[in-house]
Every structure is written in C-alpha cells, then in structure tokens.
C-alpha cells in the first residue's frame, strides 16, 4: 500500500524559500501523477503544482505559485519536491502531497484521480 510523508515545511519571513519533500514507501510512484495541495484556514483545499507520472514531462500551476514555485521528482528516490522561491504570507498553509493515475490538470484543477493517497501534510508559515 502506498504511503506519503511530507517533509520540510517550516516559518521562513517573506521572500525566503523552502523545499518540500514527499517520500512515498510501500509501493513505486512510478505510474502515478503526484501533486501538491494546500489548505490554509477558513478556505478550500487547492492544488498547487502537479507532475505527470514517469518521466514528469508535464507539470501543471496554479496561478498562484507560476513562477515562483517549481514540482519535480525522482523516481529512483521515489519523492517529489516543490521548491517554494519569493514565499509570500499568502502561501502559509498545510501542504499535502498526493498520488492518482489522472492527468496533471484533472489532479491540480478539480483534485480528480483514482487510486488516490494523500500525506498527512506540512505546516508553512511565511511571516515577518
């Protein structure tokens, strides 16, 4: 069974960076698109940047990270990062990472996907 930990969340002031990390045991993302979400209080869950499965050809971002925020993985690691770059106080939130066979826009825009597994998430706080 898939399993995902996230990693490397943290307070950092604005206009600093942070790496996540997204570790997945127990099975190969190899076949999956994997994303990253983020939920920060009193609003919905929203997909922030998603990778298409194997070679990650394809990416997809939300408006809100084009730019400054960058997906990647490695499968022989079996992780996926998002690399956060000019972090504003409007990015704090938890960040999940996620696994589905689905296209990039289908997991990023509606959150769509099956065989679906989630991490528990990582608290950024970007203040001053």
């Known amino acids: 069974q898939l399993q995902l930990v996230e990693s490397g969340g943290g307070s950092v002031q604005p206009g600093g960076s942070l790496r996540l990390s997204c570790e997945a045991s127990g099975y190969t993302i190899y076949y999956h698109a994997m994303g990253w979400f983020r939920q920060a209080p009193g609003k919905e869950r929203e997909g922030v940047s998603c990778?298409?499965?194997?070679?990650?050809?394809?990416?997809h971002y939300a408006d809100s990270g084009k730019g400054r925020f960058t997906v990647s993985r490695d499968n022989a690691k079996n992780t996926v990062y998002l690399q956060m770059n000019s972090l504003k106080p409007e990015d704090t939130a938890v960040y999940y990472c996620a696994a589905m066979v689905t296209t990039v826009e289908r997991m990023c825009i509606s959150g769509e996907g099956d065989l679906q597994t989630w991490g528990q998430g990582t608290l950024v706080t970007v203040s001053s």
């Open positions: 990778i298409s499965s194997s070679d990650g050809r394809r990416t």
